[in-house]
């Protein structure tokens, strides 16, 4: 071990005065000014407690509700990862981390797992956590009459009951190795049990935080939760504020003024500028980020696979990365699971051919065609530059595309998942079940291009309770195979996590995935320095 590597480490012991860390330095030969930037950093990078932060966040809107049935955007999902908690959750790590279930164990064929609750955790009204809310809380997501973004994600549950008065019992109809992470989506909140359901609104939580304000699509406030079971680990500052702030100047200026402390998706195009500030501090986490472009197959003339596959060869993916991204990304291949995922595919792509493009179109019969594509700056950082992108690509192979500009507030809920061809992102997920679940099974609720693959459907649940990591991983090759073929989305690429903060907020070594924002749960594991 080198004398830097065992500094480092006696500073991450914390158990050491600053004058006993500068006296064994500088006997070590390092010189003062160099020791003291060491114990500097050290002591920068260790959570302090206190103080009041504030977040100016994009991807909010003014139909935003408490209920985790509903949620489709990054500010619902940071509010409800404060104030309310999950059974399993994403950890810093990557890992499935223990949230109210403190532990879980599954049979031996992966189809029945045992989820123990953690003893002793009250709602913040005081009522104590049962195995009852837990399965109604489940039970949102799951079942006919079901209108949860998450039902795909817990099709495969047959039944739920309770053994006991701590532990819960999920049973699935087939086997599913990966289970725990799917407790993690951000719909999965758990929440107190009213008249014998799911309070979906209330405002009571689990959580690290209190609830203080909600006001839909415009700010929400929170205030620490003194019974938190999470208190003496996370939850460092005071109080947190949320304001919504859509427009991307107007986020990264207050920024600059430091009338916030943290923003989310800074506009790429200028990051460059907003990170020579000296108080700034620019974070990018490599991502299964997809930027998405779904056309609905079900509607002309996106039904038609010549035309869809002319286009995907039409596609400026590295331009795109390039002049969209601006490097924080790389290049996509029109299905949704990214590199980060042990099955992804890096030889798959659709390579850009205008000459094939054109033939496609020729067969197609659809030469000359003007298609509509509904776009907004919500839908990613950068999506109307990269719609009139596309538009000037696709020209060249005799498609006109002509690009509709969307208001920002309501575009979830109004042209996702509604238009037949519009810009789109999905965020990461942990494992490769919870999004082809959610989005690429015929059934799925938020089949956003309405593929119908029985093939894909038939891989999807047999990989589920593959435990071989070699065969699922074939089966998902075989998948994103199929997608990128078939399928009715363009995906470009495949991005990173950008936010930005004031450099007197503490991050900490490393940041979750699952989604941006340290998995949405920024407000409970970051802190304030000063």
């Not at 500010?75 to 959750?89: K, N, P, Q, T």
């Not at 402390?261 to 991502?287: C, E, F, M, W, Y």
């Not at 078939?486 to 940041?511: E, H, M, R, S, W």
């Amino acid at each position: 071990m080198d004398d830097k590597t065992l500094l480092s480490r006696i500073l991450g012991e914390g158990r050491t005065t600053r004058r006993e860390f500068m006296v064994g330095a500088t006997a070590m030969g390092l010189s003062i000014a160099a020791a003291s930037n060491m114990w500097t950093e050290a002591r920068a990078s260790e959570p302090k407690r206190g103080g009041h932060m504030k977040a100016g966040m994009n991807d909010s809107n003014t139909t935003d509700s408490l209920d985790p049935a509903s949620f489709n955007a990054t500010g619902m999902i940071c509010i409800s990862r404060a104030f309310r908690d999950s059974l399993v959750e994403v950890g810093q790590d990557n890992s499935a981390a223990p949230g109210l279930a403190e532990s879980w164990e599954s049979s031996a064929d992966a189809k029945t797992w045992r989820f123990k609750l953690r003893k002793g955790v009250t709602f913040s009204n005081g009522k104590s956590l049962t195995t009852e809310d837990v399965i109604n809380s489940i039970n949102v997501h799951r079942g006919e009459d079901s209108k949860s973004g998450a039902k795909g994600v817990f099709s495969g549950i047959s039944d739920v009951k309770a053994d006991g008065n701590d532990v819960v019992v999920v049973t699935l109809s087939e086997a599913n190795a990966s289970f725990p992470f799917l407790m993690t989506d951000y719909h999965m909140n758990v929440v107190p049990t009213k008249d014998g359901k799911a309070d979906v609104l209330s405002t009571d939580g689990t959580g690290t935080y209190l609830l203080k304000e909600f006001n839909p699509g415009v700010r929400a406030t929170f205030e620490k939760n003194p019974n938190a079971w999470q208190g003496s680990d996370f939850g460092y500052v005071d109080s947190c504020e949320i304001t919504t702030i859509l427009d991307d100047t107007a986020r990264q200026t207050a920024l600059s003024t430091q009338s916030v402390d943290i923003i989310n998706r800074p506009a790429l195009k200028t990051v460059g500028l907003l990170q020579r500030l000296p108080h700034v501090n620019v974070i990018a986490v490599k991502s299964n980020l997809a930027f998405t472009h779904p056309m609905r197959m079900d509607v002309k003339p996106f039904d038609n696979n010549n035309l869809r596959q002319a286009l995907k060869h039409a596609l400026p993916r590295q331009e795109f990365v390039d002049k969209i991204l601006f490097g924080y990304g790389s290049v996509g291949n029109d299905q949704p699971l990214g590199p980060a995922f042990g099955s992804y595919d890096g030889e798959l792509q659709n390579e850009y051919d205008l000459d094939k493009a054109k033939s496609l179109l020729k067969k197609a019969g659809m030469e000359g065609i003007k298609i509509d594509m509904h776009s907004a700056e919500t839908a990613y950082g950068g999506a109307l530059d990269a719609a009139q992108l596309f538009a000037e690509h696709f020209a060249k192979i005799g498609v006109n595309l002509n690009v509709i500009r969307e208001a920002k507030d309501g575009y979830w809920n109004n042209i996702w998942n509604n238009k037949p061809f519009c810009s789109c992102y999905w965020g990461a997920r942990p494992v490769e079940d919870m999004i082809l679940s959610i989005a690429y099974l015929s059934d799925a609720p938020w089949n956003d291009t309405v593929i119908k693959m029985d093939k894909v459907d038939q891989l999807v649940k047999t990989a589920r309770g593959e435990l071989d990591d070699a065969k699922r991983n074939a089966m998902y090759k075989d998948v994103q195979m199929l997608i990128s073929q078939n399928g009715g989305t363009l995906v470009p690429a495949f991005g990173q996590d950008v936010a930005a903060t004031n450099k007197k907020v503490g991050i900490g070594p490393k940041i979750g995935g699952g989604w941006e924002m340290d998995g949405g749960h920024f407000i409970k594991r970051w802190w304030l320095n000063a």
